[in-house]
């Protein structure tokens, strides 16, 4: 999704100039930018802390500002200058964090972002944009740049299916209708399941929607047709590739708690670390914990036929 992101920036910066801070990353992918906006795409070397609060600065003083880096190093390094030189003034600084979830595979636990838009939501007026597909990403830049508030983007893989028409962006999304159970995944987990299952009829699969923004609408602003789908369907399976804590599980079952819907069953898959205690790409970490689109099927699958 990266060189999507950096299209995007490139268009962006035609019309409403901004000032670009990246950590010393991003190289054969966002020159582009670089000679786009000039003087305002500033390399701030490996320090974090120091990049996040000079973007708060430029907020301050009315300068549009955006801080990239890889999603760990993005948020979990300059933590506290999220939280207090821009969350708690509400300065629009946008943060971009690439390869969230097990993005960076085999590099290991310090490169793996899991937790990431949980403790970020924890803090005042933050929003997170997760887009699934590449089509997302372009639409959800512009929603940050129109956002007067804290935001985060993170950045993944599109896994749609090959010649798949991707609905446009929305905080919530039905991508395939079906009737075995409803799977709802918070972004780029979302395409592996489509894939998985878009050549079945709807009566031999399940509905699938994905969540591509956090917070979630308040309950009355849920989509009557996933309320519909969760009530009537057989269970709900929602699939993120981050913690439990904070995350979509959480958020989803209480929004529907207190639309006052009725789940007749609930289910949760997310990322629980490293179980094996080993390292492994992507999709090996995604398979030792359930959440590769084969297991998510079949465990919707199994939970509508109960």
């Not at 950045?155 to 999304?173: I, K, N, Q, T």
Request: glycine content about 10%.
């Amino acid at each position: 999704m990266r060189d999507a992101a950096c299209r995007a920036w490139v268009a962006l910066a035609q019309r409403a100039p901004f000032v670009f801070l990246t950590g010393d990353l991003g190289f054969r992918a966002l020159e582009p930018l670089r000679d786009a906006l000039g003087e305002r795409f500033v390399n701030a070397g490996v320090a974090e802390q120091n990049m996040v609060s000079v973007a708060a600065g430029l907020a301050s003083q009315g300068l549009p500002a955006w801080v990239y880096s890889i999603a760990p190093f993005c948020y979990a390094r300059p933590y506290e200058q999220i939280r207090n030189d821009v969350c708690l003034h509400g300065f629009p600084v946008k943060l971009v964090g690439n390869g969230g979830g097990y993005g960076y595979g085999a590099m290991g636990a310090t490169h793996h972002a899991l937790e990431d838009y949980g403790v970020l939501l924890a803090l005042p007026a933050m929003e997170a944009w997760i887009p699934a597909f590449d089509a997302d990403v372009a639409p959800a830049i512009e929603a940050l740049a129109r956002s007067d508030r804290p935001g985060y983007l993170r950045l993944g893989r599109c896994e749609a299916p090959r010649g798949a028409a991707v609905p446009p962006l929305a905080p919530l999304r039905r991508l395939v209708d079906g009737e075995c159970g409803v799977v709802v995944c918070a972004g780029p987990l979302a395409g592996g399941v489509w894939a998985a299952i878009a050549e079945r009829d709807a009566s031999a699969r399940p509905a699938l929607w994905v969540v591509s923004r956090l917070p979630l609408p308040d309950a009355d602003a849920l989509p009557d047709a996933l309320v519909r789908d969760v009530e009537h369907k057989g269970g709900l399976l929602v699939a993120e590739e981050h913690v439990a804590s904070g995350g979509l599980g959480e958020a989803l079952a209480r929004r529907l708690l207190e639309r006052g819907a009725r789940v007749p069953r609930f289910a949760h898959a997310c990322a629980r670390g490293y179980p094996s205690g080993r390292y492994g790409s992507q999709q090996w970490h995604r398979r030792e914990c359930g959440l590769d689109a084969e297991t998510l099927v079949a465990r919707a699958e199994e939970m509508a036929a109960r």
